[in-house]
């Protein structure tokens, strides 16, 4: 999430903190995009939480879990906002940064990222080479001089040929997308060799479910050894639009991690033979439990040409 789209989310925050205190609410704050939103969880908080002392927000520290900090009777609990447009999906958990894995030390010290073993292995320079088997792009995307861009527009223009299902562009799209999943597997193989760091890898699963997924404040978070202390105390909030309706649900996902932590003796990274992903998984009584699967993935246009990121999926659903 941008800056700029982070922004009014930020503010609906405050928005559910001005509510929990029972302060005014002004005429700005009521045209918030997130307003209605606020308004319902604000409300649904209430419910849970009919004996509110003081509500405080933190959204932008890094010290913390939680977006907003709520003291209820002389009890205090961490609450993670999550609001959506859309209606709630199930399993998907995150959508994080490329190199998360080396970022944040689940291996020992100089492992290459994804990033640098792709531009190790020309990555940018073969995709250009399979693109331009096409001779015939539009004059516009010859003349970018940026070739970043100029890629990005080729794949465009070849993405909406194959959905008219010229053969060329589907060909050459096929090419990129399976050289690039043998690309992605030869790192995983890669990663398969390095030392990990177990203690990293259960804290990595912990922040991830506790819905913490921007690049800084994981990598912040990750390095603190007191937030283990907050975990009992989390709880996240979705607001979801179903059937032109806000719906509120309340996920006790600290008292869930904290019960998966405590069941296991040990996490660590496995990797599935000639699979695109990861998973983490529980080790108890020597048996491995699966918990989170990584996937490598390119979120824009197609396999290989822009956005690459981790997609994590909950492999422990209930």
């Given at each position: 999430?941008?800056?700029?789209?982070r922004?009014?989310?930020?503010?609906?925050?405050?928005?559910?903190?001005?509510?929990?205190?029972?302060?005014?609410?002004?005429?700005n704050?009521?045209?918030?995009?997130?307003?209605?939103?606020?308004?319902?969880?604000a409300?649904?908080?209430?419910?849970?939480?009919?004996?509110?002392?003081?509500?405080?927000?933190?959204?932008?520290?890094?010290?913390?879990t939680?977006?907003?900090?709520?003291?209820?009777?002389?009890?205090?609990?961490?609450?993670?906002?999550?609001?959506?447009?859309?209606?709630?999906?199930?399993?998907?958990?995150?959508?994080?940064?490329?190199?998360s894995?080396?970022?944040n030390?689940?291996?020992?010290?100089?492992?290459k990222?994804?990033s640098?073993?792709?531009?190790?292995?020309?990555?940018?320079?073969?995709v250009?080479?399979?693109?331009?088997?096409?001779?015939?792009?539009?004059?516009?995307?010859?003349?970018?001089?940026?070739?970043?861009?100029?890629?990005?527009?080729?794949?465009?223009?070849?993405?909406?040929?194959?959905?008219?299902?010229?053969?060329?562009?589907?060909e050459i799209?096929?090419?990129i997308?399976?050289?690039?999943?043998k690309?992605?597997?030869?790192?995983?193989?890669y990663?398969?060799e390095?030392?990990?760091?177990?203690?990293?890898?259960?804290?990595?699963?912990?922040?991830?479910?506790?819905?913490?997924?921007?690049?800084?404040?994981?990598?912040?978070?990750?390095?603190?050894?007191n937030?283990?202390?907050?975990?009992?105390n989390?709880?996240?909030y979705?607001?979801n639009?179903?059937?032109?309706?806000?719906?509120?649900?309340?996920?006790?996902?600290?008292d869930r991690v904290?019960?998966?932590?405590?069941?296991?003796s040990?996490?660590?990274i496995?990797f599935?033979?000639?699979?695109?992903?990861?998973?983490?998984?529980?080790?108890?009584?020597n048996?491995?439990?699966?918990?989170?699967?990584?996937v490598?993935?390119?979120?824009?246009?197609?396999?290989?040409?822009?956005?690459?990121?981790?997609?994590?999926?909950?492999?422990?659903i209930?």
């Amino acid at each position: 999430m941008g800056k700029h789209e982070r922004r009014p989310i930020e503010k609906a925050e405050k928005i559910i903190v001005k509510i929990l205190n029972s302060k005014n609410i002004n005429f700005n704050d009521k045209k918030n995009r997130w307003f209605e939103h606020a308004f319902a969880i604000a409300q649904k908080i209430r419910k849970d939480f009919p004996k509110i002392i003081s509500a405080h927000h933190l959204g932008n520290t890094y010290d913390n879990t939680g977006d907003i900090l709520v003291v209820s009777n002389r009890n205090k609990f961490f609450v993670e906002i999550k609001m959506s447009d859309t209606k709630f999906g199930i399993g998907t958990k995150a959508n994080i940064s490329q190199n998360s894995l080396t970022d944040n030390n689940l291996f020992v010290e100089n492992v290459k990222s994804w990033s640098e073993f792709r531009l190790n292995k020309k990555h940018e320079e073969w995709v250009d080479s399979y693109l331009n088997l096409f001779l015939k792009y539009p004059e516009r995307i010859l003349k970018i001089t940026n070739f970043s861009l100029q890629r990005e527009e080729k794949g465009r223009y070849l993405r909406s040929l194959k959905k008219k299902r010229t053969k060329m562009a589907v060909e050459i799209l096929d090419k990129i997308r399976e050289r690039d999943r043998k690309e992605k597997i030869e790192y995983l193989n890669y990663l398969k060799e390095q030392e990990q760091q177990s203690e990293m890898i259960k804290r990595f699963f912990v922040l991830i479910m506790l819905g913490i997924h921007k690049g800084e404040l994981l990598n912040s978070l990750i390095k603190n050894n007191n937030f283990f202390q907050e975990v009992e105390n989390i709880l996240i909030y979705y607001s979801n639009i179903v059937k032109n309706k806000i719906i509120v649900r309340r996920e006790n996902v600290g008292d869930r991690v904290k019960k998966t932590i405590d069941k296991f003796s040990d996490f660590k990274i496995i990797f599935p033979k000639n699979a695109s992903n990861c998973k983490i998984v529980g080790i108890k009584n020597n048996e491995e439990y699966p918990l989170l699967q990584i996937v490598f993935h390119w979120k824009n246009i197609a396999q290989g040409i822009k956005t690459p990121c981790l997609n994590i999926f909950d492999l422990n659903i209930k």
